[in-house]
């Protein structure tokens, strides 16, 4: 006894083509083949499709394969090489062939790594620019006192009286704190015999360190430390002067004007 | 006696062992042997050129195309993994390609191109001269492939390639699908569209 199931073409429709293919898979294919056995429309329907599948087939056998075909091989390999011998790998390989390339790389860094290991040798134990127009020597410039304080004025009697006609203004310079003064006033009053330097004393010093090189020199010319020393001179006699003057030691001013004078001098190299 | 017979078992070949062989041969490829270059190329340069051929129409196309394609497929042999066979990654290089070429072709020489009908208007027209000494059941025939190529000519390409992988090529869906990298559905219904086209284009051939 055989169980024979009937199907209907809408029901089988959507599977010719499948069939044709080989596609459907078991009881598909024998519920198809049943079908096809009862209906001549879809049998006829898998016959056109069967004939213009063999109709393909026959177009692509009777095209005869060209005479390059068999040379592809040759020709596809030889241009793969080429492009093989164009490209960066092979001409990296090429490069370290014989090394060259490679000895070239290594010097270079090593040059780079001695010149680098050599430049912070010197920058920490080579000996520190001593230049005026070196760097350090501007910072220098630069952390000295901020400049001269001037006073302008016209000094007093003992008591605080109003100032007298004949008493003439002074120009009264006020420690600036330059730190050669302290030094070149002992290096003097070492020289004197009553251990204070006079006057005299110090115009002399003065005289001698303005004409040092034979010549009478200029703020201009000097080196920041000569004219440091110059400046503490000058400073001791003006309070000498003022003493003897009006002693404004120890007077009072009537204070006109206060004049702060200042500048940084940077001499640039070459000019 | 039959006892003392040395039996030696022989395993059965299976798909397992062509992907295996493949793999090897491309790893061979990869690695820059020059005679494993030569046995793919062997193996698949008459596939390649007629699916180009196929698809294409025109065999020195055909022959140019095979060419770029196994150019591509020895520069990127080294990123195949082995998901799909070596053949249907191949196939999916020449449709690739040869969809390029074509759409190339199009915008090259499309202000160049002149009406079938006009030209015969202009020239007459031309005389086979291919089929003057053919006997006749050979002239039949090539009056039939020329027939069927003028059909597949007219196909839009996505359903041209379909019908001659299928039919031609004798891929199953799922080879397609995996050769185009789309889905087996689109597969049938783009089949379904050319083999309409087709039996009109064709009619009793």
């Known amino acids: 006894m055989s169980l024979v199931i009937h199907t209907t073409c809408d029901q089988v429709h959507d599977q010719i083509a499948d069939f044709v293919d080989g596609e459907l898979r078991g009881p598909d294919v024998l519920r198809m083949l049943e079908h096809l056995d009862t209906c001549t429309a879809c049998a006829e329907e898998v016959k056109t499709l069967r004939q213009m599948g063999d109709s393909l ?9 060209p005479r390059g075909v068999d040379g592809l091989s ?77 006073l302008y004025g016209t000094p007093v009697g003992a008591y605080g009286a109003a100032a007298s006609a004949a008493e003439s203004p002074v120009l009264l310079q006020v420690d600036n704190g330059g730190p050669a003064a302290s030094g070149v006033m002992r290096a003097l009053a070492e020289r004197t015999s009553d251990g204070a330097p006079s006057e005299a004393d110090l115009v002399g010093a003065l005289a001698a360190e303005i004409r040092r090189e034979g010549h009478a020199g200029t703020f201009e010319t000097m080196r920041p430390a000569d004219r440091q020393r110059v400046e503490a001179l000058l400073e001791q006699i003006t309070r000498f002067r003022l003493n003897d003057v009006g002693g404004v030691g120890t007077t009072m001013l009537n204070v006109h004007e206060v004049r702060l004078v200042t500048s940084t001098s940077v001499t640039a190299k070459g000019l | 006696m039959w006892q003392d ?60 195309l ?36 074509l759409r190339w072709w199009r915008r090259r020489h499309r202000a160049q191109q002149v009406p079938l009908e006009e030209h015969a208007a202009v020239h007459g027209d031309l005389p086979d ?48 699908a995996d050769s185009l990298g789309v889905a087996v559905g689109t597969v049938k219904s783009r089949l379904a569209r050319a083999r309409g086209t087709l039996r009109a284009a064709l009619g009793g051939a």
């Open chain 1, 57 to 65: 087939r026959t177009a692509a056998v009777s095209e005869p394969l």
């Open chain 1, 74 to 150: 040759s020709a596809v390999i030889s241009r793969a090489r080429a492009e093989a011998d164009q490209s960066w790998l092979a001409f990296a390989a090429r490069a370290c062939e014989d090394w060259h390339w490679a000895y070239v790389g290594a010097g270079a860094v090593a040059a780079t790594f001695v010149s680098t290991l050599l430049l912070s040798v010197i920058l920490a134990f080579g000996p520190a620019p001593a230049r005026d127009d070196s760097l350090s020597a501007l910072i220098t410039n630069l952390g000295s006192s901020a400049g001269w304080l001037f």
């Open chain 2, 5 to 64: 017979l040395l039996v030696k078992p022989v395993r059965a070949l299976t798909w397992s062992d062509a992907a295996s062989a493949d793999w090897a041969l491309v790893q061979q490829c990869a690695a820059g042997d020059e005679a494993a270059c030569a046995r793919l190329m062997s193996d698949h340069q008459r596939m390649v050129y007629q699916l180009a051929f196929h698809l294409l129409g025109d065999a020195q196309e055909a022959l140019d």
């Open chain 2, 66 to 101: 095979s060419q770029e394609v196994f150019l591509r497929v020895f520069r990127t042999l080294p990123s195949f993994r082995g998901q799909s066979t070596l053949r249907t990654w191949i196939y999916r290089i020449v449709v690739n390609q040869a969809s390029n070429r």
């Open chain 2, 129 to 176: 001269q291919r089929n003057a000494a053919m006997p006749d059941r050979l002239l039949q025939q090539r009056e039939v492939a020329d027939r069927v190529w003028g059909a597949l000519g007219q196909l839009p390409f996505d359903q041209r390639t379909v019908i001659v992988l299928r039919e031609i090529d004798g891929l199953s869906y799922e080879e397609i």
